[in-house]
């Protein structure tokens, strides 16, 4: 029997998005999630979409006992690791929260992973390891540092997986270090779902389009940037998910392999080039007032992508009206379903 990708976090945004793609490219998914910012109805949409169901099991990567049990139930060829907490600003509320499930939860994860002979590893990094650019494009080799527990959590597992790579053969590594997802699925079946307010630029704006918030801040407009607003190298998620198999398949031809690869486009665009590119999707006018910069923000991030080229033979391929087209699709899809 073909063996499994465990996928921690599957029913979240990326992790369902990875496993369709995984599914169609023939894989076998296993995921594993606490359902803690997730709902299973997921699990539905994506055999809609693919016409094969995940396995499922509802738990904690923090469990041990649960890890041994799945471990040594399924045959796992590798771990795509996307389960943990998000939001920079609830990290610096509850720091010890985010170490827990965010660094705990690795360890766990790959304590069970050396017990089971399991040595290949995705794991979800992000830009936010950079801290504010030194120079753009971000290369992987730009200086590291965090701002925030959430930045940190991410960094301590990276160096963590360094330490491992290094203390025993076998390992094959791969840090993805994403830039800004946006979009969905383009069936507007899948897409994210953040509960409460969003925190992030394409969320919100799209409960503005569908009116479901009366209008966006702007948060600064007074950026060193072309019209003053932030900038950021915004990916479609299903490129996301594409660089997430070619980083897979890399490591499965290789024997050993530690790396960090940034998964962007290599272009910026404005929060008001957003907004736009909003409108022309939705055929809405998104209501906006200019607010202060928010904390801890950068001017401008994007990615070099050239190392995710030749390594893994992979780019983006989406440009921001796709990407604002699938969020819409899926906006109206989540209000509609909402609605009854
Ligand atoms: P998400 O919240 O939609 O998905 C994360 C999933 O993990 C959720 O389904 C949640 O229920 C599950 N989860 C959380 N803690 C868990 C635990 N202890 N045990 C089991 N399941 C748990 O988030 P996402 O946007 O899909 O992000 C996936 C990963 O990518 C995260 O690690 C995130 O930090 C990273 N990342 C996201 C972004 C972004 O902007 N979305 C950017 C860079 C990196
Ligand atoms: N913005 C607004 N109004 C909002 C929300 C955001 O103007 O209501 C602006 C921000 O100031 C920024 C841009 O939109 O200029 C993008 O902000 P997001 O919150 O969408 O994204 P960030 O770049 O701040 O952070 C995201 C993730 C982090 C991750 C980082 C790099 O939230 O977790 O990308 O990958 F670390």
Redesign the pocket.
């Given at each position: 029997m073909t063996p499994y990708i465990l996928v921690?976090?599957g029913?979240?945004?990326?992790?369902s998005l990875t496993t369709v793609s995984l599914l169609e490219a023939g894989h076998n998914v296993l995921i594993?999630?606490?359902?803690?910012?997730?709902s299973p109805s997921v699990l539905d949409a994506i055999e809609k979409i693919t016409g094969k169901r995940p396995d499922f099991i509802q738990?904690?990567?923090?469990d041990a006992a649960l890890l041994a049990d799945l471990f040594s139930r399924y045959s796992i060829q590798a771990v795509m690791h996307?389960?943990?907490?998000?939001a920079v600003g609830e990290s610096v509320q509850f720091p010890l929260r985010y170490y827990d499930?965010n660094v705990h939860?690795s360890v766990q994860l790959l304590q069970a992973m050396q017990a089971a002979n399991v040595r290949t590893f995705i794991f979800?990094?992000?830009?936010?390891v950079y801290g504010d650019p030194k120079f753009l494009p971000l290369t992987e080799d730009h200086p590291l540092s965090t701002t925030n527990p959430y930045g940190h959590s991410?960094l301590m597992v990276e160096e963590i997986l360094q330490n491992l790579y290094k203390s025993e053969d076998g390992w094959r590594i791969a840090c993805l270090r994403?830039f800004?997802?946006v979009g969905a699925h383009p069936s507007g079946l899948i897409g994210?779902a953040p509960q409460g307010i969003p925190n992030?630029l394409m969320p919100y704006v799209a409960q503005v389009a569908v009116g479901e918030r009366a209008q966006l801040s702007v948060f600064g407009d007074d950026y060193d940037t072309p019209d003053g607003t932030g900038v950021r190298d915004y990916i479609h998620v299903m490129d996301l998910a594409e660089g997430h198999l070619a980083a897979l398949n890399y490591c499965l031809e290789n024997d050993s392999e530690l790396l960090a690869v940034n998964l962007g486009t290599g272009t910026g665009y404005s929060v008001l080039d957003m907004i736009s590119a909003f409108e022309r999707s939705s055929q809405r006018r998104i209501a906006y007032q200019i607010a202060p910069r928010r904390p801890g923000d950068i001017a401008s991030c994007w990615a070099d992508t050239s190392f995710a080229r030749k390594k893994l033979g992979w780019t983006a391929s989406s440009g921001i009206q796709k990407m604002c087209d699938d969020a819409w699709r899926w906006q109206c899809h989540a209000a509609a379903t909402k609605n009854g």
């Open positions: 921690t976090g029913t979240g945004f990326i992790g594993l999630d606490n359902l803690s910012n997730s738990g904690d990567i923090r996307f389960a943990g907490l998000k499930n939860g979800s990094s992000s830009a936010t991410k994403y800004n997802p994210e992030n």
